[in-house]
């Protein structure tokens, strides 16, 4: 039988007390109570008192006395938690952090912290403060590996390699600083996030680098035609791209064809440097949460990505001040 693993429970300490007295067997007791004999005797050394009789002293356990002992030496132990008397409160972050039991729909601690204040909640605590009660066991369920992901560290001996543009594409060097500022909606970042080896089909993301709002489109396949016809659909949604930012990837090599359908510049990135544009790399990382590698997109349904979509478009961004896209589109349109 498994042992318990935590303090005696007051109403624990009582049924001690009252097998004490009718001098059951530490063994027993034990048993009973489902503790190990060493914590019964450690338990029978804190509450033991002396009573005087008539004529006489002897030594008793009493339940009363272990609680208020157990007690004291609670109040050595440090600071109380700060979400320890708010269970509402720490109910939600987990449930957040979990996805509500779907893991596609997790939300990092520093958004479930932002969200909880947006629906009223008035108990406040830091970000690293939360990851501190997850790394110690705090939260019923949540544990650090349910997390999206936890910050890695590069490997020792690390050297970054020398990026070459393509020479023959306009290059991330001469985008203009007006687009770099990030300060003016219209300018997107793009990517496919590919199919497993033996699957077939794609999708297209776009991500706006002001608002972060992604357009996510799905393709039968990874040909640069098929993206040509993708952005020729998202523009007869009334998407307005001022410029886009792409990889050097094959699918986007076709630089005049793709220009006369966009109809606005478009700028390459180093070969091998897909920190160049982040935000979409970021973006393709809460896909993934979706559709994990090994994913055939030919199997997935139309109706599945456009939900991915809407709840990438709400869900809460530190660099919008903890504004979902969708909240940050309105606000600029206002």
Same mark, same amino acid.
């Given at each position: ?18 097998? /004490?007295?009718?001098?059951? #067997?530490?063994?027993? =007791?034990?048993?009973?109570? @489902? ?11 804190? @509450? ?13 356990? &009493? ?16 600071? #109380? %938690? ?49 990851? *501190? ?12 590996? $349910?997390?999206?992901?936890? *910050? ?13 543009? /393509? #020479? ?10 007006? =687009? ?5 909606? @219209?300018?997107?970042?793009? $990517? ?7 699957? &077939? ?11 972060? &709002?992604?357009?996510?489109?799905? %393709? ?22 001022? *410029? ?20 606005? #510049? =478009?700028?390459?990135? /180093? ?29 997935? &349904?139309?109706?599945? =990505? ?12 530190? *660099? ?15």
């Amino acid at each position: 039988m498994m042992k318990k693993q935590h303090y005696m429970t007051h109403d624990e300490r009582e049924q001690l007390e009252a097998l /004490h007295r009718a001098h059951v #067997p530490v063994a027993e =007791i034990a048993r009973q109570l @489902g503790f190990c004999r060493q914590t019964i005797y450690n338990e029978l050394k804190t @509450g033991t008192y002396v009573h005087t009789c008539e004529w006489w002293d002897e030594k008793r356990y &009493s339940a009363h006395k272990a609680e208020q002992r157990h007690k004291f030496a609670q109040t050595a132990k440090g600071r #109380p %938690l700060k979400i320890g008397n708010d269970r509402a409160y720490a109910e939600y972050l987990e449930k957040k952090m979990l996805g509500n039991g779907d893991k596609r729909k997790r939300f990092s601690p520093a958004a479930a912290l932002a969200q909880a204040k947006k629906d009223g909640f008035k108990t406040t605590i830091c970000v690293s403060t939360l990851y *501190s009660y997850i790394t110690k066991k705090v939260f019923l369920h949540l544990r650090n590996r $349910d997390l999206i992901e936890k *910050s890695k560290k590069k490997k020792p001996g690390y050297h970054p390699v020398q990026r070459i543009a /393509h #020479p023959d594409l306009p290059s991330i060097t001469n985008r203009p600083d007006y =687009i770099n500022s990030r300060e003016e909606p @219209g300018h997107f970042e793009m $990517d496919l996030v590919v199919s497993c080896v033996k699957g &077939s089909g794609a999708v297209l993301t776009m991500t706006e680098r002001t608002g972060k &709002s992604e357009i996510i489109q799905k %393709l039968k396949d990874k040909k640069a035609e098929t993206v040509r016809e993708a952005l020729k659909e998202i523009k007869r949604q009334g998407v307005k791209f001022k *410029s886009i930012t792409t990889d050097n990837g094959s699918e986007f090599l076709q630089y005049e064809e793709l220009q006369a359908i966009v109809n606005c #510049p =478009i700028y390459y990135c /180093h070969s091998y440097a897909a920190w160049e544009k982040g935000t979409n790399e970021n973006h393709n990382r809460m896909v993934r949460r979706w559709f994990p590698k090994g994913t055939d997109f030919s199997k997935v &349904s139309k109706e599945e =990505i456009k939900e991915c979509q809407r709840w990438m478009n709400d869900y809460p961004r530190k *660099s919008l001040y903890w504004l979902t896209p969708n909240e940050f589109a309105l606000e600029v349109t206002m």
